[in-house]
DNA sequence: CAGAATCCCGTCTGATACTG
DNA sequence: CAGTATCAGACGGGATTCTG
C-alpha cells in the first residue's frame, strides 16, 4: 500500500503544536491567549496557524462573539475529541518513558547503544 | 507544569518519518534499503538521520555484519516497541479518519490551504 | 549494500510591529 | 483581545556524488 498520504497526515496531527492544542482543549473551550498561556512557549503566530489548520480540518470549532473587546472562543469537534484519545495515550508514554530516553540520550555519547 | 519538554519529546516521535519507520520495525527486523523500500517516499539521508536518532534515544537497536557487501540490521528495542503501541493507535486513527478530515479540507477551500 | 558529504530550497518558527 | 504582516534564522528534506 502507498504510505504516502498517511504519513503526510500524521506530520500534521503529529506535530507538537498540534498535539499541545488538542490536548489543551480536552478540559473544556478556550480562549485564544489562555491556550497560548497554558500551553506555554508557543509563539502568537504558530498558534494562530496551528488553529488555523485545525479548524480547516475540522477537529476543532472556531466560534466569535462580537462584543468589544472581541472574543473567540476555540472547542474540540467530535473528530477533533477523537483524535485526542491516541494523542492522550502518546502523551501518557511520553510522561512514563521520557526520562529513560534522556538517560539514553547522554548514554550514546559514551559507548555505543546495545 | 512546564510543557516545553514534553512537547519537544512530542515533535521528535511525531515526526512522521519516526511513526512510520517504528510502524514497519513492528514486524519484524529490518535492513537499511529493505525499510526505505517499504517506508516509501523516504530519502536515503532522511532515512539514515531518523535511525540515528532512534538509536540514539534507546528506541532501535542497529546490528551490523561484517559481510561482503555489508548488512545492517535494525530492530525495536524493549522500550521503542512500547512507543509503537500509542503510534499504532495514532495510525488507526489516520486511516479510520482521513476520508473525513479531506472531505472537510476541501469543503473549507474558500482561501490558501496547503 | 549501507551509508557519508555536500548543495540547495522550502517550510517552520520566533520576534517584532501594527490593526480592528 | 485576537489577530495580521513582515523579517530572518533554523531546520526539514530531496538530489546527487562518493566510499568501504
Chains 1, 2 share one sequence.
Do not use: H
Amino acid at each position: 500500500m502507498d504510505c504516502r498520504p498517511i504519513s503526510q497526515m500524521l506530520g500534521r496531527i503529529g506535530d507538537k503544536w498540534t498535539i499541545m492544542t488538542i490536548t489543551m482543549l480536552l478540559d473544556g473551550p478556550k480562549r485564544f491567549n489562555e491556550l497560548r498561556r497554558i500551553i506555554g512557549g508557543i509563539s502568537q503566530q504558530m498558534l494562530t496557524r496551528t488553529l488555523r489548520a485545525l479548524e480547516n480540518d475540522g477537529l476543532v470549532s472556531r466560534k466569535v462573539y462580537p462584543t468589544i473587546p472581541p472574543q473567540v472562543e476555540y472547542s474540540l469537534t467530535t473528530l477533533g475529541r477523537s483524535l485526542a484519545e491516541p494523542l492522550t495515550q502518546l502523551t501518557v508514554w511520553v510522561l512514563e518513558n521520557i526520562a529513560e530516553v534522556e538517560r539514553n540520550r547522554s548514554k550514546a555519547s559514551n559507548r555505543s547503544v546495545d
